[in-house]
């Protein structure tokens, strides 16, 4: 079996709107086609042995071992692999169970899809999965142990931390969207203007001078010494008579640690001993040469979490440590604790298991023991210096016992901080009564503090100390979105996004958009090539001027990545033709109406999908939609939009002479298609289309129809507004036009305004696609035989796994389909055909130059037309 490709999805997609994150793996079964697996001997059995929890797969069997009798019936490997996958993930503590295996025209490859939590688990997961199965064909050992502890530790450097985890969980709960914008724990939560960030528990409210001063924690001594609040005897120190000065001072037991420190690096408590002392400062001036040496507070160790200023929740921490029972040796102990199924790899459960590092030894070296000694009975010994969960503490909930003296000391320290998201470290016998009468003192005052220990305490009840940073975040009545236009289909997707963009821009909007040519923000151009793929969409998504998005979504994108937003508000399907019929597995029309689906299947159920009422495909879309539907039409008697608006629906239509907007049985004129620069007097149909799609978009979304009205009357077919998209240069003798046109579908468009245009020859300039069927290059030939006189083959620069002639040749064969007589003339280069079509145009000729270079070609008819007209070149 042999892996061909592998895609990571992580938006709404083809295989599911719902389901974000997938692998897709194309995958060849090369002889295994012929084998299913009741004919290979022992499979079963060694699978059943492998994997015994596959057994809770219910598969299409709907119940406990439905695919296990799948296997014993007989099943394609492909289908394995895909349970394999899912199973072999959740025991490394990352349970999902979505996935799907479907053949493609290709006998033997498959699809095989299944759902992820870490993307680069998932592709660990998939060619795993293919070696495991290969290895119960063929008999021999595969080591499973291995395979999970890899993927335990993909998954704990891949995932977020729990802190970061539950924040977005919660604004996931509220439908707010995020999006990740580095490996590690910084976080966008909502889109463009109305973001915010956050970077583990510190939030873009957060004051920086703020956690400058938590950072200090000499800093943060003197202000709450100074605000009377409880805190330690101490000073700085900076080498060891410094050190000797404080212990004469404070006298033992000391605590050590850096200035400048966080999560307990540096840190040594509970020092009785000069030796001690000295390895403590040592220790603390790894991290900072400047180290606080003050009086160690007698107690237990306790975190108060305030957030936005209120008090959330409280916990006693306890660091790892094990009792002994006069038996077991310590390291037997560990291996004891260990066993609680609450305890696992990093972050995957409640508790983490307990590791020996340097700090264990260094404990288990002062008090003179090693992994072997035995504990006297009830003896506990704690194994780390601090209550870190994350290595292996535990922590209890205390936050209803909390005395509400210290409730407002907290609460007071936050403020005095300046912190809006603070953890407060104290020492006490207990929080139950006020810090002042029970010799309790505040230890630290710490930006970014942990949540874990909060949100799943190892005793007590669990808070949702997410909760009030979203609240913090995104008060009752604010939004975290922006309004999204989604627009796909074959053609016309760009013309339609550059005309919605425009419309909004006209209201005052900072809009971005996305298109085949580049990423905008305001018209200005950000990003250049083809950009209409989830990474171009984040892009505008991600930038904090924005206050609208009109996103090009494009198939190719969908395909390989899925949609780089979750929801829209208005999604535009122009239409749905064949092109690039076989690419990706989308092999039929069906399939590729799918594709252009996605974005509508996307949309807010009170948002709207437009429509083409004039294309089936386009049309029949409505029946998979959970949203509200408009269609537009370029016939005002088409049955669909009569039937849809006396049922008191919304569309457009184009009718004597204008793009009228229908309100059930009212109509609503917006303006006649001559005052329309883009629809080229009305000669332009599919322009007038894509006026009729933008319209209606924009009409669903409240824009007053004289604002509409005023932007089409502005939009003016340019290469600077519309590259590309019929760019028109008058010389003297003749006229050239630029198009974008690369398949049937949009030759037949620009094929019907060519036709309209009064010209003495009419000149094509085109290519054949290298990765489309025969039928679809000799079809192009067809089409551009019935518009064109005269027609000159070029070549695109990435032929895409076809030789040149091979494609020239289908060219000329349906060409010669419609006029084995047509004049056709074979450029390789697009420059030099370009060249030879305007040295030998004849007066008052047309030349049509269809591009996928189009820069280069607006570029190089510029500066023709600039010679001819007198300018400097």
């Known amino acids: 079996m042999k892996i061909l490709d592998i895609n990571v999805i992580n938006g709404p997609n083809y295989w599911s709107v719902n389901r974000h994150k997938l692998i897709i793996m194309l995958l060849d079964l090369e002889e295994m086609e012929q084998q299913p697996t009741d004919t290979i001997p022992g499979f079963f059995d060694r699978l059943s042995a492998f994997m015994p929890h596959l057994y809770d797969h219910r598969c299409s069997e709907g119940k406990p071992g439905g695919f296990f009798q799948r296997v014993k019936d007989g099943t394609w490997m492909g289908h394995v692999i895909e349970h394999i996958a899912l199973e072999l993930q959740t025991l490394a503590g990352m349970d999902t169970g979505y996935g799907r295996t479907r053949e493609t025209n290709d006998p033997g490859i498959y699809n095989v899809v299944f759902s992820y939590l870490e993307s680069k688990a998932g592709i660990y997961t998939a060619n795993a999965s293919v070696e495991i199965a290969q290895s119960l064909i063929d008999g021999k050992p595969y080591d499973l142990e291995t395979a999970i ?106 605590v050590t640690k850096p200035v400048n420190g966080n999560h307990g690096k540096g840190v040594n408590t509970n020092i009785q001993t000069w030796e001690d002392a000295v390895a403590g400062l040592s220790a603390a001036m790894e991290y900072d040469s400047s180290v606080i040496c003050e009086k160690f507070i007698t107690g237990l160790d306790f975190r108060v979490l305030v957030i936005n200023y209120k008090f959330v929740a409280a916990a006693l921490r306890t660091p790892a440590a094990v ?197 905008y923000i305001q018209n200005q151009m950000m990003m250049k090539g083809d950009c209409t793929g989830p990474v171009s969409a984040k892009f505008v998504l991600r930038d904090p001027s924005v206050n609208y998005a009109v996103l090009e979504c494009a198939r190719g994108g969908i395909l390989r990545a899925g949609l780089g937003f979750s929801n829209c508000d208005v999604a535009v399907v122009t239409n749905v033709a064949e092109d690039h019929m076989g690419l990706g597995g989308i092999d039929t029309i069906d399939k590729l109406a799918r594709v252009k689906a996605v974005a509508a299947r996307t949309v807010f159920p009170n948002g709207y999908a437009i429509l083409n009422a004039d294309d089936n495909y386009a049309y029949d879309i409505h029946k998979d939609l959970h949203c509200k539907v408009a ?182 064969l349906g060409i010669y389909k419609v006029d084995n007589h047509k004049k056709i003339v074979v450029i390789m280069k697009e420059s030099e055909a370009v060249d030879y079509a305007i040295e030998h145009a004849v007066k008052d000729s047309f030349i049509v130059i269809t591009s996928d270079a189009i820069s280069d070609v607006l570029d190089q008819v510029k500066q023709y037309k600039a010679i001819e007209d007198g300018l400097k070149v």
């Open 631 to 812: 269609y537009f039409s370029l016939n005002e008697h088409n049955e669909r939009i009569k039937k849809h608006c006396a049922n008191g629906g919304i569309a457009s239509i184009y009718e004597n002479g204008y793009v009228t907007i229908l309100k059930g049985t009212w109509k609503i004129r917006v303006e006649k298609v001559v005052n329309v620069p883009l629809t080229f007097s009305g000669m332009a149909e599919f322009n007038i289309a894509n006026v009729l799609a933008a319209i209606l978009a924009t009409y669903v979304q409240d824009f007053k129809i004289e604002d509409i009205r005023q932007a089409l009357q502005t939009f003016v077919p340019s290469p600077a507004l519309t590259p590309g998209r019929m760019n028109m240069f008058h010389f003297r003798n003749f006229s050239v036009m630029i198009d974008y046109a690369h398949n049937t579908h949009g030759f037949l468009a620009i094929g019907k305004f060519v036709k309209m245009v009064e010209a003495s020859v009419k000149v094509g300039i085109i290519a054949g696609v290298g990765d489309r069927r025969d039928e679809d290059i000799i079809s192009l030939g067809e089409a551009a035989a019935n518009i064109f006189d005269e027609i000159i083959i070029r070549q695109d620069k990435n032929l895409r796994g076809r030789d040149e002639q091979e494609i020239i040749d289908l060219l000329i």
């Open 323 to 519: 009792t002994g029972d006069g038996v077991l040796t310590i390291q037997q102990l560990i291996n004891l604790v260990n066993s609680d199924p609450r305890r696992g790899y990093g972050h995957e459960k409640v508790l983490t298991a307990i590791s020996v590092d340097s700090f264990t030894l260094e404990i288990l070296s002062k008090k003179e023991y090693t992994l072997d000694t035995v504990l006297n009975d009830k003896e506990e010994l704690w194994l780390k210096p601090t209550a870190n969960l994350s290595t292996g503490g535990t922590a209890t909930d205390v936050t209803d016992y909390v005395h509400p003296n210290n409730v407002f000391m907290c609460e007071r320290i936050a403020r005095i901080i300046g912190l809006n998201i603070c953890g407060i470290d104290i020492q006490a016998t207990d929080l139950t009564t006020p810090l002042n009468e029970n010799s309790g003192a505040v230890l630290e005052v710490n930006a970014a503090p942990g949540f874990r220990m909060h949100l799943a305490p190892t005793e007590g009840l669990p808070r949702n100390v997410a909760e009030p940073v979203i609240d913090m975040l995104y008060p009752p009545g604010s939004s975290a979105r922006i309004p999204i236009i989604a627009i796909s289909g074959t053609n016309g997707k760009t013309t339609t996004t550059r005309l919605i963009a425009h419309i909004i821009k006209q209201l005052g909007y900072k809009v971005g958009f996305t298109t085949t040519d580049g990423v």
């Open 149 to 254: 502890q890899d993927l335990r530790e993909i998954r704990e450097n891949e995932r977020m931390g729990p802190s970061t985890g539950s924040i977005v969980e919660e604004a996931m709960k509220r439908n707010i969207p995020f999006i990740r914008l580095n490996p590690h724990s910084l976080v966008q939560l909502g889109y463009g203007i109305n973001q915010c960030r956050i970077q583990a528990t510190i939030a873009s409210t957060t004051s920086s001078i703020a956690v400058e001063i938590a950072c200090n924690k000499e800093e943060t001594k003197n202000l709450l010494e100074a605000a009377q609040i409880p805190v330690p005897r101490g000073c700085i120190i900076h080498d060891k008579l410094g050190l000797k000065n404080a212990i004469n001072r404070f006298g033992y037991p000391i």
